[in-house]
C-alpha cells in the first residue's frame, strides 16, 4: 500500500513490481470497476515501512526492505532477510529474465526460501566461480542449481574455481569458449542477488580457509578493506581496493556488476553496516534487504 500512500504512478508501479505499466492499468481499472476488492491496511508493531523509505531517501535506493527476525541470533538474521529477499525475487520476475548470483551465507538463505514455481524461461546464472567446498551449500555452483530448481528453471554454472593460482591461469580460464559465454551472460542479467561480504567472525572468507587464510584477512584489513561484492574488495569509501587477488578472479568486476539492471544487497547484522553503508554509498546496489537494527545503524548520523 505504500505505491498509493507515495501518490506512485503507473509506470513507477510498473517497474517496481516487474509488470508493463498497461498491465498495472488495466488491473487497476478492473479493480475499480468490479469493486471486487476492498483493502485495509493495519501495520504490526514491527513494521519498518518508515525506516524502508529513509533508506531508500539516504541511498537513492529503488526499494528497501527491511525483514524482523525472530530472534536476536544471527541465524534468525539470515533466515528473515533470506525469507524477504526470495519473496522480492519471486515478485519482480518476470519470463525471460536472467537472475546472476554470488555466494554466501545470505544467498543461501534466499535459496531455502524461494517457493517452487515453473519459469521455464528464465535462467539462474553464476557471476562468480566456485568458491570453497564443492559439496558446501553455500558454493556458487550449489546455489545455482537450488535456485533453478526452485524456479523450475534452466541454469548456468562457471566450471572454474572463483580464485585461482596465477593470471595466467585465469587469462586462460575466461579464454575458453564456455566460460566466457557464462561470463557474458552474468553481464547481461536482469536481477542479480548480491552477497555483500565483511571480515568479521561470521565472514564466509574468514571461515573458508580454501579460500583466504587468516593472513590474507588480516592483510586486506592493513589495505583498507571493509567489504566485498564477489571478492571484489572496496573500502570504507566505497572505492575498489587494489589487491594481489584482482587478476586471479574469475568473475564479474564492480563495473560490470554495477551495470547489471537490478542489483539486490542481502546482508544484515552489525559486521555488515560499514561494508553495507560502503557499498551503498558507492552505488553497487540499488536494492536492499536487511533487518531493522542494521537498517538503522545504516541512517544514523557518523
Given at each position: 500500500m ?5 501518490d506512485?504512478t503507473?509506470a513507477?508501479?510498473?517497474a517496481r513490481f516487474?509488470l ?6 488495466r488491473m ?5 470497476e468490479e469493486g471486487?476488492v ?9 513494521d519498518h ?5 529513509e ?6 535506493l529503488?526499494?528497501a526492505?527491511v525483514?524482523?527476525p525472530r530472534?536476536p541470533d544471527?541465524?534468525d ?15 519482480v520476475?518476470?519470463?525471460g529474465?536472467t537472475v546472476?548470483?554470488t ?10 526460501s524461494?517457493?517452487?514455481s515453473v ?8 557471476l562468480l566461480g ?7 551449500g553455500?558454493h556458487?555452483a550449489?546455489?545455482?542449481r537450488r535456485v ?11 566450471h572454474?574455481?572463483g580464485?585461482?593460482?596465477a ?10 569458449p564456455?566460460?566466457?559465454?557464462t561470463?557474458e ?8 542477488l548480491?552477497?555483500v561480504g565483511a571480515?568479521?567472525?561470521h565472514s564466509v572468507l ?5 579460500v ?6 588480516r592483510?586486506l ?7 566485498d ?12 581496493v587494489?589487491?594481489?587477488y ?11 556488476l554495477q551495470a547489471i539492471p537490478?542489483?539486490?544487497g542481502i546482508a544484515?547484522g ?8 560502503a557499498a551503498?554509498?558507492?552505488r553497487?546496489?540499488n ?16
Open positions: 505504500r505505491e498509493r500512500e507515495e506512485r503507473q513507477q508501479i510498473a516487474g508493463s505499466r498497461i498491465k498495472v492499468s487497476l481499472t478492473r479493480a475499480r471486487v476492498r483493502i485495509t491496511v493495519c501495520p504490526p508493531a514491527s515501512s518508515s525506516l524502508e523509505r533508506l531508500e531517501r539516504t541511498y537513492r529503488d526499494e526492505i525483514a524482523e530472534g544471527y541465524t538474521v539470515l533466515e528473515a532477510i533470506g525469507r524477504a529477499a526470495a519473496d522480492y525475487l519471486v515478485r520476475l518476470v519470463d529474465d546472476g548470483l555466494w554466501g551465507n545470505s544467498i543461501l538463505a534466499t535459496a531455502a524461494i517457493e517452487s519459469r521455464p524461461e528464465c535462467r539462474v546464472v553464476q566456485g568458491l570453497g567446498d564443492q559439496e558446501s553455500i556458487g550449489e546455489l545455482v533453478a530448481n526452485r524456479l523450475g528453471c534452466r541454469a548456468r554454472n562457471i572454474a574455481p580464485i585461482v593460482s593470471p595466467q591461469v585465469r587469462d586462460a580460464l575466461i579464454a575458453d564456455q566460460v566466457a559465454d561470463l551472460l552474468g553481464r547481461r542479467s536482469d536481477v542479480a548480491l552477497g571480515l568479521g567472525p574468514r571461515n573458508s580457509e580454501s583466504l587464510s587468516e593472513k590474507d584477512c592483510e584489513q592493513r589495505r583498507g578493506v571493509v567489504g561484492i564477489g571478492l571484489r574488495f572496496f573500502d570504507e569509501e566505497g572505492r575498489p587494489v589487491t594481489p584482482n587478476d586471479r578472479i574469475v568473475g564479474l568486476d564492480l563495473d560490470e537490478r542489483r539486490v544484515g552489525h559486521e555488515k553496516v560499514k561494508a553495507l553503508r551503498l554509498s558507492a553497487y546496489l536494492v536492499l534487504v536487511t533487518d531493522g537494527e542494521t537498517a538503522a545503524k545504516l541512517i544514523e548520523k557518523e
